[in-house]
């Protein structure tokens, strides 16, 4: 099954102190972190390919490392200029951390693996993450 190639300017954003943060705090084990890292990226990917369309969900570990990238502000808009060539928001769910079920779990399942040839084992988090492509 083919895989949705991450474009350069994901696959070289700089993560690595990030993780390493996140995962001391954390407590994460190797296998955690590097899974947090990739299905970060490939969230991303898939942000970007589907432009204005949802993906309705991301993995607990990966929305938690999309938190800590979005903590270092400057730098975070300076990647979502390099990559959406705008701010990619990160709307809160009223109540705090929601769970996503039914419907939109699946379909969100479905793109992950249409898109990877898996999902995330995690794939839970709600999160509606469309970004409108600029005008040319």
């Not at 890292?37 to 993906?55: D, G, K, N, Q, T």
């Not at 928001?89 to 039914?102: F, I, K, Q, S």
């Amino acid at each position: 099954m083919a895989t949705l190639p991450l474009p350069p300017s994901i696959s070289r954003l700089k993560l690595d102190d990030l993780v390493e943060r996140l995962g001391n705090d954390r407590g994460w084990s190797a296998t955690e972190a590097r899974d947090a890292e990739l299905w970060y990226r490939r969230f991303l990917a898939l942000s970007y390919s589907r432009s204005r369309r949802p993906i309705y969900a991301i993995s607990e570990l990966s929305d938690d490392l999309w938190h800590e990238h979005i903590l270092a502000t400057k730098r975070y808009r300076a990647d979502c200029q390099r990559i959406f060539k705008q701010y990619l928001d990160h709307t809160p769910v009223a109540g705090g951390r929601t769970r996503l079920g039914g419907t939109r779990l699946e379909r969100a399942r479905v793109m992950y693996e249409k898109a990877f040839g898996s999902a995330p084992m995690d794939l839970s988090e709600a999160c509606y993450t469309p970004f409108r492509p600029p005008k040319r």
